[in-house]
Every structure is written in structure tokens, then in C-alpha cells.
């Protein structure tokens, strides 16, 4: 029987096959999922007019799946394009829930059960991976947070066993689970020669987890590593958190945010209305922007704007549909500048010409607090765990929002007598859980 490892992630999945048996055991390798990238967006687009389907649209053959749909980034692009259809994406935050048995509707009377859109997922999955290794997967470790619940043991022994089944259901007949953090850290855990204490810090796309894990090399020969879990916290804030707040601070105000109406005299001028702003700077609430009745009233709005063309620039992005590529704009200059440099947004898209500086201060104004609040949940994190700071040995970082210097630095300020380790910030669970693959199934 061939193995494989599944990081089936909020925001982000991977999968690890095996590569080779050597005289140490066997190695894996993740498998390249779209194009050369080795982790995939959790994300299925169901696409309901068959005679306009998007770039790479794919069917299924059996009855639960045979929908037409795309899946990873062409599932983001298809719904960014405004083909017509359904996009799903955090998917696993359904497990646990009421939700999970129930059908939702993606279009033309179309519904499909919320656990068969995990399931076609992992479908996807293991299909790109046999591919990728010439040989049919039959047993897999996925990956699971410490909680998927908290504080509801059913619930969260109900949330296991749906990702379970859905697993069995593509093929799996062996399913094991390894707990998140404790993969994240089996990479450093190769390295170090006596016991030690490790925090892991995973910040992704929309939560920020953070978890105490006791690591050493007699402690990575045993496959139950429950135990080794001393704390586990996390706070709902994260990348897109960051993102929305860059664009509300740089982006939209020449769009009119922060604006006011026409001077009246005696009266004061009133603001113009915020809501579309925000809108247009939340990722999943973009499209509601273009709806027609939506577009309808923002261009009868022309007098709440005691700038004209601010209104018009407004009118521009909703017309033609940039939201997302502001959005992006956002992310890269957040990026930029915490990389060291400050920078200029380039806004031409708009308008010829224009263009919204983006500094230190300005970025330390925009997240200070959503900095603030993960640091704090990083201490109650280690608080929980009944120990002090200065028992961490080590810091160690995984998500993709963890790019973000500002963050791991202010991170390493509230564990100075700890070491910061940079594992691969999409792909670190995943090579973990690869390696508990290897251990549990590679010398069977």
C-alpha cells in the first residue's frame, strides 16, 4: 500500500507523497499542485452556465461530484472574472457544525451537501498526487488543528470523524490524523539535541494560532503526541485583516473614504457613507459591490461627495470591476514596507497619474492594534500553558501572514530568550505531516 500526507488547510492545502526508500527510511515530497506551486487555495468554484465555463473547468464522474467546477487559484480567478456560479472557500471551518450534512445551492436549482465539497476536494487532491507518484494512494495522514471546537468535545470528535469520511469516501482505506502544530514543528524538531519548549506561531489568511509544543529527539520516536501539547490559543485575526486595513488607510481614501459632502452653509459638511469602502476592501464582500441594484444606487450618490471625482473614481473601480486588484495592491504594498522600504501605491488603473504614498507610520497606525491583540493572544498562549516567557526556547513561525517582519518582530520581543525559526510559511504543516507519514506507515 502506497502513503501520502494531506494539509487540508483554511486558506491553503498540500499533499505529500513519497520519493524514495533509503537505508534511513523513507523520504517525502510534496507534490506541485498548479503549475510549479506546491500548495493549492482551499477554494472550489461550481460553475452553472455550462456554455461560459472558465479555464480549467473540471467534472467529475460520479454522481456527488460530477458538477462542473474549478479548483485552487483558477477558482479564485473564475469568481474574480465573473463567471456565473458558486464559490466555496474556508470550507473546513464547516466542520464540527450543523452545516456539515446540510445542501447548499450554487446555482439554477443546483444544490450540493457541504461535506461533498470537502470530499471533491480531496478528490482533487489525491488524483494530482497519484498522478505525480505513477501509483494509487490507500493510506493518508491528515493533517487536524489541536481544536476544531472549543471547549465541545462532541462536536470536535464529530468534526474528526466528517474529515474522516470524507476521506474514506475518495479512495483512503487507512486514515490517521496528526495534530497541526505538533507537524509544524517536527522540521525543527530534526535539529535539536535535548528537549525543549517551542512556540508555534501559524498565521494564516484569517486566524492567527498559536500553540506551546514540548519537542526533543526521544519525544519524535513516538507517534502519539498529544501529550506534548501544552496550550493551544488563536484569534480571529490575521492577513486579510491586515490587507483590509492597508486599503482603507492608503487605497480608498482618494475613492472618497474619509471624505465629506458638498459645504452647506451653516451646517456642517456630513461624511460620505463608509459601507461600500469597506466592502471593497474585504475580499468575500467585493462582488456584492457590483451587484446591479447596488451599482445603481452608488451612482445616484453623486451629491454625497463635495469632491466630484472622487465619486467618479469610486464609479470607475465598481464599473469595472477592480476591486480585487486594489486589494492586491494593498497586499503587495503592505509587504513592501515591511520588508524596510516605504512606497508608492500605484493607482493608474484609476487614473492617469495617481498614486497613494504608503509609510512606517502609516502602516503602524493601520495594524497597531491587530498587532497588538496577537501578541497578547501569544502570551495567553504560554500563560495557558502554566509556564514562563522565558521557557520558550523557541519561536517558530509557519502561515503565510508571518512574512510580515512587523509582526514576527514584535513576536520576538515578547520572548527575547527565544530563538526564531522561519520554517516554509505555506508549506511547513504539510512536510511535517509528511514526515509522520513516513514514521507511521513507511516501515510497514
Not at 464522474?61 to 487559484?73: A, C, E, I, K
Not at 459645504?263 to 457590483?290: C, M, Q
Not at 498587532?371 to 501569544?378: M, T, Y
Request: aromatic letters at 8%.
Amino acid at each position: 500500500m502506497s502513503y501520502c500526507a494531506i494539509d487540508f488547510g483554511t486558506s491553503n492545502s498540500a499533499i505529500a507523497i513519497m520519493q524514495a526508500t533509503q537505508a534511513a527510511g523513507p523520504s517525502m515530497r510534496l507534490v506541485p499542485l498548479e503549475g510549479e506551486h506546491l500548495t493549492m487555495p482551499t477554494a472550489v468554484f461550481y460553475c452553472t452556465d455550462a456554455d461560459d465555463l472558465p479555464p480549467g473547468t473540471w467534472r467529475g464522474t460520479s454522481f456527488d461530484d460530477n458538477l462542473p467546477r474549478t479548483f485552487g487559484r483558477a477558482a479564485v480567478q473564475a469568481y474574480i472574472d465573473g463567471y456565473e456560479g458558486r464559490l466555496m472557500r474556508s470550507m473546513k471551518s464547516i466542520l464540527g457544525t450543523a452545516l456539515v450534512d446540510q445542501t447548499t445551492e450554487v446555482g439554477h436549482g443546483f444544490g450540493v451537501k457541504y461535506l461533498d465539497v470537502i470530499t471533491g476536494y480531496l478528490r482533487h487532491l489525491r488524483s494530482l498526487a497519484e498522478q505525480a507518484g505513477g501509483r494509487a494512494l490507500d493510506q493518508v495522514v491528515m493533517g487536524r488543528p489541536v481544536f476544531f471546537v472549543d471547549g465541545e468535545p462532541e462536536r470536535d470528535a464529530a468534526a474528526q470523524a466528517s474529515l474522516e469520511a470524507a476521506a474514506r469516501a475518495v479512495g483512503f482505506k487507512d486514515v490517521s490524523f496528526q495534530f497541526e502544530p505538533i507537524a509544524a514543528a517536527f522540521d525543527y524538531e530534526q535539529h535539536i539535541s535535548q528537549e525543549e519548549l517551542v512556540l508555534v506561531a501559524d498565521i494564516g489568511g484569517g486566524t492567527s494560532d498559536f500553540s506551546v509544543v514540548r519537542v526533543g529527539p526521544q519525544r519524535a520516536k513516538r507517534l502519539d503526541r498529544r501529550d506534548d501539547i501544552l496550550a493551544n490559543h488563536g484569534v480571529h485575526i490575521a492577513g486579510t485583516d491586515f490587507d483590509r486595513h492597508i486599503s482603507l488607510a492608503s487605497i480608498m481614501p482618494p475613492l472618497g473614504y474619509g471624505g465629506f459632502g458638498p459645504s452647506i452653509k451653516g451646517a456642517e459638511p456630513r461624511p460620505v457613507p463608509s459601507r461600500v469602502y469597506f466592502d471593497l476592501a474585504t475580499w468575500h464582500l467585493i462582488n456584492t459591490v457590483y451587484q446591479p441594484q447596488r451599482t445603481a444606487e452608488l451612482r445616484n450618490m453623486t451629491d454625497f461627495y463635495g469632491d466630484p471625482a472622487q465619486h467618479q473614481r469610486l464609479m470607475k473601480v465598481v464599473q469595472q470591476r477592480l476591486g480585487h486588484a486594489l486589494v492586491g495592491r494593498a497586499e503587495q504594498a503592505k509587504i513592501t514596507v515591511s520588508q524596510g522600504g516605504d512606497t508608492d501605491i500605484d493607482l493608474t488603473l484609476i487614473e492617469a497619474g495617481l498614486h497613494s504614498p504608503l509609510g512606517h507610520a502609516q502602516v503602524d497606525k493601520a495594524l497597531g492594534a491587530d498587532l497588538g491583540r496577537i501578541v497578547a493572544c501569544a502570551r495567553d498562549t504560554v500563560a495557558q500553558a502554566g509556564i514562563q516567557p522565558s521557557d520558550i526556547r523557541a519561536l517558530y513561525f509557519t502561515g503565510g501572514s508571518t512574512g510580515l517582519q512587523r509582526l514576527t518582530d514584535q513576536l520576538e520581543a515578547a520572548f527575547p530568550d527565544a530563538k526564531a525559526v522561519r520554517g516554509d510559511r505555506l508549506a511547513s504543516v504539510a512536510t511535517g505531516l509528511g514526515l509522520h507519514a513516513a514514521r507511521l506507515y513507511g516501515r510497514t
